[in-house]
């Protein structure tokens, strides 16, 4: 069965203050990583897709990146309006589509 | 422009009523999933679909039933069998491994 693990569970950072967030994950043969973002109240937000150890994409101030174990969301010089629950996801070769989720990383940025 | 909408947004239900949420999505993607989120809780899984006619019962399904009678719609009935149904409702879909979308949410809450 496949695990997601996201870490830490909150994260403060001042304003300016580049961070990581970690999501390690246990598969049967990894098929994507998906990132998401989710404001209070709202669906999440769709980041990015990460399919083979090494990729990486960029959007903005945030950045991810794939190892065979894990993946990070590297933020750059946040700002206020990155405060967030950042979500992490699997699909694997083994579940047939099945979409797991992390428990997320909820992110403040004080200005 | 192509998305997931969910219906309604708000719902209640008294306690012994069958209720159901809607989801339709217009971006041809095969796969649709079902999830709850309880407050500060990640995302558990209720059901997912990869084609017409066919789905899977994800991680928390008890007390839940859906269909899959059309590629766009995947609606999910909360049966009275649901001992605590009052949550956040997300829908997604998701295209192959590129990307997957969730819509808005309904929040049901019991009364």
């Known amino acids: 069965e496949d695990q997601v693990t996201q870490s830490p569970e909150a994260l403060r950072l001042q304003e300016g203050e580049s961070s990581s967030l970690n999501c390690s994950y246990t598969v049967s043969g990894l098929r994507g990583l998906f990132w998401y973002r989710q404001d209070p109240g709202k669906g999440p937000e769709f980041l990015f897709t990460l399919y083979s150890a090494g990729e990486e994409k960029e959007k903005e101030r945030l950045k991810a990146t794939l190892t065979k174990k894990e993946s990070f969301l590297h933020i750059t010089a946040p700002k206020p309006e990155d405060s967030a629950t950042y979500l992490c996801a699997v699909t694997s070769g083994g579940s047939n589509y099945k979409l797991t989720f992390g428990k997320g990383t909820l992110l403040t940025v004080n200005p | 422009d192509g998305g997931i909408t969910q219906s309604p947004k708000y719902l209640f239900r008294k306690e012994g009523q069958n209720v159901t949420l809607s989801c339709e999505q217009n971006?041809?993607?095969?796969?649709m999933y079902w999830y709850r989120q309880d407050p500060g809780q990640g995302l558990r899984l209720i059901y997912y679909?990869?084609?017409?006619?066919?789905?899977q019962k994800g991680d928390i399904a008890e007390g839940y039933s859906v269909s899959r009678e059309k590629k766009e719609s995947f609606p999910l009935t909360v049966t009275s069998a649901q001992k605590n149904p009052t949550a956040f409702y997300l829908c997604?879909?998701?295209?192959?491994?590129?990307?997957?979308?969730f819509g808005q949410g309904t929040r049901l809450t019991v009364v």
């Open positions: 997604a879909s998701l295209d192959g491994e590129s990307e997957a979308f």
């Open positions: 971006l041809n993607h095969d796969a």
């Open positions: 679909s990869q084609i017409v006619n066919d789905f």
